[in-house]
């Protein structure tokens, strides 16, 4: 079945726009309630799509990761009023589409195979939605909004409730600047007791979302706040000391793991790779230094592209700094950045030798 999946997709991604076109049309055609879960503008929901897609199809073969995602992704669904039959429809659009563009590659072989693949994914997703008896979602109003720059902000949320996250985990958000739009951002501090959260926001170019908080997000704002996801994390009693490579704002999950592990005077050795372009990509290397100053297990090396001027750091992309030190195979890794900057370090770690298995990051962390 992974094999049939895997190659019917290789031929399909190249039409990745025109899927995505199809499988939507086709959803609201089948099930035309489901289009009022989805914003007016569907631009950045298509490519959203195609990037599940992608993440679920190198998966396929490896259900202890897959499993855990699709329970999660199931969970965080309930906030759209998905319910068991939009799960038939959501399956028939999408063979339909992979089958207009798969060609020739679409055999009867092949359909059972993303029937049987497709039928896997919803049975995790409605059992984990069926079971989960926390909250669809959660309120929270915007209490600070500081512009540390043109395109980045700072902004601190506090939830009616306390919002159920582990460090290192994301969080999809609705701002009322964009209905329907929700957008994946992570917390940069571990959980607090008074439950408020963090959020470091860049502008993305194409950010929809991204832009109108940095913008025009402000005090008072209220936020729906969905259930939590992702694998970002430390397992303290590994044995093995962490590798954290971050690129611009995906420093926050990596701040929210270090926050929660500045609670114990011992743990593993962690090294963070804290990468971008110019320095002021670098905005929260002196909260990371300060914490280094007062926690010996850690370790903090700055690392800039385009800027050659300043002290103590390293030259070049993050992929070309990490793997000049080497394969890190005694490591966890940990990557967290823009998606072309997790591709490019992930392929060259492992050319450099680092095992698959090693290496975490998550999907969906951009606008």
């Known amino acids: 079945m992974a094999r049939l999946v895997r190659e019917s997709f290789a031929v399909v991604e190249p039409h990745h726009d025109r899927v995505a076109q199809h499988f939507y049309s086709t959803l609201f055609a089948i099930a035309p309630a489901t289009r009022e879960m989805f914003p007016v503008n569907m631009q950045v929901q298509r490519s959203r799509l195609l990037r599940a897609l992608v993440h679920v199809v190198q998966m ?15 969970r965080d669904h309930r906030k759209f009023g998905v319910i068991a039959g939009h799960y038939e429809a959501v399956g028939m659009a999408l063979l339909s589409a992979v089958k207009q563009y798969a060609g020739a590659a679409w055999t009867e072989e092949v359909e059972r195979a993303w029937a049987e693949a497709y039928t896997i994914m919803a049975r995790a997703m409605l059992e984990a939605a069926s079971a989960d008896q926390s909250p669809a979602w959660w309120n929270g109003t915007v209490v600070e909004h500081h512009r540390l720059a043109r395109d980045l902000a700072v902004v601190r949320v506090q939830p009616d409730y306390a919002v159920p996250y582990q460090p ?31 959020f470091h926001i860049r502008a993305v170019q194409t950010g929809w979302v991204s832009r109108s908080i940095v913008t025009h997000g402000e005090p008072g704002d209220v936020w729906r706040i969905g259930p939590p996801m992702g694998r970002l994390a430390v397992n303290r009693d590994s044995g093995r000391d962490v590798l ?37 990509d670098l905005y929260d290397l002196e909260n990371l230094q300060a914490t280094a100053a007062s926690n010996p297990w850690l370790k ?34 940990l990557v967290s950045g823009s998606p072309a900057m997790v591709r490019s370090t992930v392929s060259r770690m492992l050319v450099a030798g680092t095992a698959l298995d090693r290496i975490t990051y998550d999907p969906f962390t951009v606008d």
């Open 168 to 198: 290192g985990q994301y969080l999809s958000v609705e701002v009322p600047q964009r209905p329907r739009m929700w957008r994946y951002f992570t917390p940069a501090t571990a959980p607090r007791d008074d439950g408020l959260l963090e």
């Open 60 to 74: 396929v073969d490896r259900p202890d990761d897959l499993l855990p995602f699709l329970r999660q992704l199931g």
């Open 300 to 333: 903090v090396v700055p690392v800039l592209e385009s800027d050659s001027t300043m002290a103590a750091v390293e030259n070049g992309t993050l992929a070309d700094v990490v793997t000049r030190y080497g394969a890190w195979q005694d490591h966890d890794v």
């Open 244 to 280: 954290m490579i971050a690129g611009g704002t995906g420093i926050a999950p990596m701040r929210a793991i270090i926050d929660h592990l500045a609670n114990w005077g011992e743990n593993p050795r962690v090294q963070v790779f804290y990468g971008g372009r110019i320095r002021a």
